[in-house]
């Protein structure tokens, strides 16, 4: 037989042997498990084969879903958010199983992962505007080019199916190889993966062997082939049983067993795997820390990989996201509609305040660069003061003023300007238009809602505001009770995981894990938390319905309360995504004091004391602020479906009436609307009823306010409003 055939044929059964198998994963739900391989670079299998492909991609699909799409509107030449508008409530509600933090992750994730990111605009016509979307799984789209883009095939189970360019948007990395695709981050990393692939190989086929290496058998004697084959196999039955572990073999005289081979040893083991998952995270631009890498982190720049992780990685993605949405989707409703990613809540893009007060004093103390007003407007981006001491040239305390803001000396008998006696506004500028074009905005909007102020006497307000009172203490007290059971749950898991990272050895001197090994899983939790809150809360939606009924007709409406009313069931729906932001939050809070005790390299006992300090704090603090959060929603949301079943014509906002009411809510007080129009907050943020889903955070979160009805061709003495419980 030639070398060249004889070579063919031995890489053919390498190739074809089983060299053990592992556990593979689709980007969202695991596959059936497939043989060592190497990774084609257009392929998700990398996100199931490599563990550090993995962490990174999830790094980035994560951190990207914590953005928020909100809509704006051009008018005048500025742009301003909008919450009532189609857009917004299709990027909400995706579709019936996605909401927009798993469209977000599902995009963020195909695009780290392919460099290509797809979503199907599903619509009742072609004409119409779209009413849902679909994430495509990104391997199964290929656009088709025939003078520009034209179409996209996608290849489902049934066959290929052909798209219009128009149904789809198309988000994508560069790639300098042009084409209608961007460059998957895997093609520059599948040597890597491939030697770790490898590596890992090895190690598991070592370890499997019992830890005993290849060996050369040779022997004076001359053997027969049986003989061989003989010796062959009592060697490797010996080699392979668990029995024989660490146990020597006999062997007979004038036998010897010469090593051959590599063996691992502290290179092979630790240098090499160190390196490579150091290339794989540099090629994802994911900080070591954020991966659960603390080998060289402290608390100190574990924060900063956090920022730099943040403003740099996760933010290009959110433009990606961005400009797709604004080429392709966004002028389907005009050219004044765009979208953008709000990243204010996140903490890690927030200004460092202390840092930059630490600027803004060196630049106009000591040897003056700046005025107060110059680094309040180009550092902080903050209004001037208004007077002349913002506008002055300062020195150090020892000196004087040497000039005023329009360049004259200052006389030295001159005293130096006052400071202002009321602290100046440190608010960052959130809008440019004066006060009046924003007042007169303001009034427009609020006139064009308001249908009149205080429709219902004050006393029969007050006996309303009570009754409801009592009602949502009752309420808060029964959904509580589930929301602590959730805590001692969620603390118990974690206490347990705890346990087990000790038992397999992952926390010692030298190593310590990563919080998301401890932490409880965000989807789980919130299924737990719907499991354990969700039938309190339909029994509370139910009883505020039927009595907001009562209180209306005296016991004469003969109504009950619909729980299939189509409002009811947004309530119910919102209420499911309501849960995992509670999850989420509740993470966040222990994985922020995880992340504290490891970097102050604390035990596992103290660890512990961490986990079961969160959980008592979420049952004190925290379950009170849910409770009372999603009693009012449900009452008010109950209450409201009531009025329309009532035939109530408009709707009254009634506060607590006590100084713990929130501005812009005792704003409202006495404000009547029609049943069907919105309020219109202070903040300009809009709502059917307190509480409302579609209020951001800050206004429904321990809000205490309710609805009052207003009847048509009834005056208000002649309504039992507010008639207490027996």
């Not at 005993?212 to 084959?229: I, K, W």
């Not at 080699?239 to 006999?250: D, E, K």
Request: charged share 25%.
């Amino acid at each position: 037989m030639a070398f060249k055939d004889w070579l063919k044929r031995f890489f053919t059964r390498a190739a074809s042997s089983d060299g053990g198998t592992i556990a593979a994963a689709s980007l969202f739900g695991p596959t059936t498990g497939f043989p060592f391989s190497s990774v084609d670079p257009n392929d998700a299998s990398a996100y199931g084969v490599n563990a550090w492909v993995h962490a990174c991609i999830n790094a980035i699909a994560g951190a990207v879903s914590q953005g928020r799409l909100v809509v704006e509107e051009q008018s005048k030449g500025e742009w301003h958010t909008i919450g009532d508008h189609e857009l917004v409530r299709l990027l909400e509600r995706v579709n019936s199983n996605t909401d927009q933090c798993s469209l977000l992750e599902q995009t963020a994730a195909w695009l780290a992962l392919t460099g290509n990111s797809y979503w199907q605009l599903l619509s009742a016509s072609k004409r119409s505007k779209p009413s849902s979307i679909a994430v495509l799984p990104a391997y199964a789209v290929s656009p088709v080019r025939s003078k520009g883009i034209v179409s996209y095939e996608i290849l489902s189970t049934s066959g290929k199916v052909t798209l219009d360019a128009n149904e789809i948007i198309h988000f994508r990395r560069f790639s300098p190889f042009g084409g209608d695709q961007g460059m998957s981050p895997i093609r520059v990393l599948e040597t890597i993966i491939n030697t770790d692939t490898a590596a890992l190989r090895f190690n598991y086929a070592f370890l499997r062997g019992g830890g005993v290496p290849a060996v050369l058998l040779t022997t004076e004697q001359v053997l027969s082939d049986e003989e061989a084959h003989r010796v062959q196999e009592m060697w490797e039955r010996w080699a392979h049983s668990s029995r024989h572990t660490q146990r020597p073999i006999v062997l007979g005289k004038g036998v010897t067993a010469q090593l051959t081979g590599a063996s691992p040893d502290s290179t092979f083991i630790v240098d090499l795997p160190k390196q490579l998952r150091e290339a794989i995270c540099a090629v994802f631009q994911v900080p070591p820390a954020i991966v659960g890498i603390y080998e060289y982190a402290n608390y100190a720049n574990t924060r900063e990989q956090i920022r730099l992780f943040y403003a740099g990685t996760v933010s290009r993605y959110w433009r990606i996201i961005e400009a797709g949405i604004n080429e392709q989707l966004a002028p389907l409703w005009g050219d004044n509609i765009r979208v953008r990613v709000d990243t204010s809540h996140i903490d890690a893009l927030q200004p460092d305040w202390v840092q930059m007060a630490q600027v803004g004093s060196a630049l106009t103390g000591g040897v003056p660069i700046m005025t107060v007003n110059e680094v309040r407007e180009k550092l902080l981006g903050l209004e001037p003061l208004p007077d002349e001491w913002g506008e002055t040239w300062w020195g150090s305390a020892m000196q004087v003023p040497l000039a005023s803001g329009t360049g004259e000396s200052l006389p030295s008998s001159q005293q130096a300007p006052q400071v202002p006696s009321q602290s100046p506004n440190l608010q960052p500028q959130q809008d440019k238009k004066t006060s009046s074009e924003a007042d007169q905005q303001a009034q427009r909007d609020y006139t064009i809602r308001v249908v009149r102020v205080g429709a219902v006497p004050p006393h029969r307000a007050n006996a309303w505001r009570k009754a409801a009172l009592q009602r949502r203490e009752r309420y808060e007290a029964a959904l509580r009770s589930p929301v602590e059971e959730w805590y001692d749950e969620l603390g118990q898991r974690m206490v347990e995981k705890l346990d087990q990272v000790v038992q397999r050895g992952l926390f010692t001197r030298v190593t310590v894990p990563s919080p998301e090994v401890i932490l409880f899983d965000v989807d789980e939790a919130a299924e737990l938390l719907e499991e354990k809150l969700g039938p309190a809360f339909i029994d509370v939606l139910e009883d505020a319905g039927n009595t907001t009924l009562r209180e209306i007709g005296g016991g004469g409406i003969g109504i009950s309360f619909d729980l299939m009313r189509p409002g009811v069931k947004d309530i119910l729906l919102a209420r499911t995504v309501h849960m995992k932001t509670i999850a989420e939050n509740a993470q966040q809070a222990c994985r922020e004091s995880l992340l504290e005790g490891l970097a102050n390299g604390e035990t596992v006992e103290q660890l512990t004391d961490r986990v079961r300090e969160w959980a008592l704090e979420g049952k004190e603090k925290h379950a009170e602020t849910v409770a009372r959060t999603e009693a009012g929603s449900a009452m008010n949301g109950a209450t409201f479906e009531a009025f329309d079943m009532a035939g109530a014509s408009a709707k009254q906002w009634l506060t607590c009436g006590d100084d713990r009411v929130r501005d812009t809510h005792a704003e409202m007080e006495g404000v009547v609307v029609g049943i069907d129009e919105e309020f219109v907050l202070p903040s300009g943020d809009t709502c059917m009823y307190p509480g409302d889903d579609s209020l951001p955070p800050e206004e429904v979160c321990n809000c205490r306010c309710t609805l009052l009805p207003v009847f048509e061709g009834e005056t208000s003495d002649e309504l039992s409003l507010g008639q207490e419980e027996e």
